[in-house]
């Protein structure tokens, strides 16, 4: 029998109150400030610029192939995010949907490790200062001496620049979720001509052909080197997941959740891919060493001259502003998620939001202490940079096959209703579907994903310790993974399931809400 849309399409907020939720948080989103969400959480400047020096310096040119090969993983992830923000737009989108699709204490420990990824993100995202702010002013480095984030002055200053620019996205996440929407599409407009002006006048200043990228030149083998060098293609490529996070946030989230969040990572990923190309092509020198500790700074200076290489690096400060704020907004997002069902301490003050503003301040004071609060081990150590950048990585990407385990698990069993063809958003269209594509794909997604935490945590010493070899910043990412799922075990037995995480765990599989 044909499906039929609903003569009477519910209202974005009657379609909240069926997953038990009212409407709180000020619905005023449209489809380009959804994109915006995505985009400014990947902010293919900022990371690229933060770690494009880390990829050469270990998978020399040819880390560049890493990019295609991680994106295309990266897809296959997004589409199964899509096809659920399509059937579950709620805030808190990876606690959502793993509570759903699993029980209720693996959708905790999915949300508590997401939160924690991501308030690591917003203090790895806060470092990128350093690699741009001194390259335009030398006054930018206020503790003097070498600007490179790997010597103690660099570091130094890293996290000094990182937790000025925490109060001011706290201050912002804190405001009102109009200014915070009007602020992000503003930077990710220009971050996205920007990145295409990099491009452009990259390409026209090239010094080589594009066979340069077939040559490894990094450290070690070519298949280790390659290997670590996909870490900034990693680090790159996620955050694609706040369309989502944002859906109580944005109008008719079931239809444009899942589009913005696959059209951002596209574009991201098609853009990042090309600067990266550009500026191995535009390098002036493949083997004098700059490249590999200055980075993308250098090539922009270098061989655009001066003050073109210096406005374009305003702009990659700004991407690096509006992304960390919009990471934080995540972050925000998801701990309001849980402590709106009594999941998280202190549940009652983090679950409050401003009738006047829309905005949970509680969550973004949170987050933003937190991750000031890890900036401060850049002070200890240069070493924590990567530590730090890499931990993220992993944290996201734990939480991300949190999500697609458990989808696989759903429909291998056949107990995923959600992926049929049929269903449609409040204005009539169709909800989106990968039909009989959705088990394939869901399980290289899965794969992928556990291949990609596997090479990232492994305690390589020449990667995250190699200037002092210290044992504690070789095996920081998973130590600092244990403490985390420690401390939510601890915490799981001391406190028992609140009566709302119980309740979110107990709708069936499938119930998208949908009257």
């Keep these: 029998m044909a499906v039929t849309a609903p003569s009477s399409p519910p209202t974005d907020e009657s379609a909240l109150q069926t997953f038990g939720y009212r409407q709180e948080l000020h619905r005023s989103m449209g489809r380009y400030a959804s994109f915006a969400a995505g985009f400014s959480f990947i902010s293919v400047l900022t990371t690229v610029f933060q770690f494009f020096a880390f990829g050469y310096a270990f998978g020399g040119p040819a880390f560049f192939w890493t990019w295609p090969v991680v994106l295309a993983g990266q897809i296959l992830v997004a589409l199964c995010f899509a096809e659920l923000a399509a059937r579950y737009p709620i805030s808190g989108s990876i606690y959502q949907w793993s509570t759903r699709l699993s029980t209720a204490t693996f959708g905790w420990f999915a949300g508590w490790i997401m939160i924690l990824g991501q308030i690591v993100v917003i203090a790895a995202a806060a470092l990128a200062l350093q690699m741009v702010l001194p390259a335009i002013w030398p006054g930018f480095q206020l503790v003097g001496g070498d600007p490179a984030p790997t010597t103690a002055t660099g570091a130094a200053n890293a996290a000094i620049l990182g937790l000025i620019l925490l109060a001011l996205t706290t201050t912002v996440n804190v405001v009102d979720n109009r200014v915070l929407a009007r602020i992000n599409s503003i930077g990710v407009t220009a971050e996205i001509v920007g990145a295409i002006l990099i491009v452009v006048l990259l390409l026209t200043h090239a010094e080589h052909g594009p066979g340069i990228t077939f040559s490894t030149g990094g450290q070690g083998g070519a298949i280790g080197a390659l290997l670590v060098g996909s870490f900034t293609a990693a ?93 934080q907004t995540a972050a925000t997002r998801m701990l309001f998620s849980m402590a709106r069902d009594g999941a998280m301490p202190l549940s009652g003050a983090l679950s409050r939001v401003s009738p006047r503003t829309g905005m949970p301040a509680g969550p973004a004071l949170v987050t933003g202490v937190g991750a000031a609060a890890i900036l401060l081990l850049n002070f200890a150590s240069p070493e924590a940079f990567l530590a730090i950048g890499t931990t993220c990585i992993v944290l996201l990407y734990l939480a991300y096959a949190m999500v697609t385990g458990p989808l696989l698990l759903q429909r291998l069993r056949g107990g995923w209703r959600g992926g049929a063809p049929g269903g449609f958003a409040e204005d009539g269209s169709r909800l989106f579907s990968m039909g009989r594509w959705g088990l394939p794909v869901n399980a290289l997604a899965f794969c992928y994903g556990l291949a990609m935490m596997v090479n990232l945590a492994w305690p390589r010493t020449e990667v995250y310790a190699p200037i002092t070899g210290h044992w504690f910043f070789q095996w920081f990412t998973l130590l600092f993974l244990a403490a985390v799922v420690a401390l939510g075990a601890l915490y799981r037995r001391l406190r028992r399931p609140a009566a709302g995480l119980a309740r979110v765990a107990q709708i069936p599989v499938g119930n998208t809400g949908q009257a």
């Design 235 to 327: 680090y790159v490529l996620i955050g694609f997941d706040s369309a989502g996070e944002l859906s109580e946030e944005t109008r008719n989230p079931r239809r444009v959740a899942p589009r913005t969040i696959l059209t951002a990572l596209t574009a991201a990923g098609v853009l990042g891919g090309l600067i990266l190309f550009a500026g191995l092509l535009a390098a002036p020198s493949l083997t004098d060493g700059r490249l590999a500790s200055e980075g993308l700074s250098y090539v922009l200076t270098s061989s655009l001259g001066d003050w073109v290489g210096k406005l374009l690096l305003a702009d990659v400060v700004l991407a690096i502003t509006v992304a960390t704020m919009a990471i």
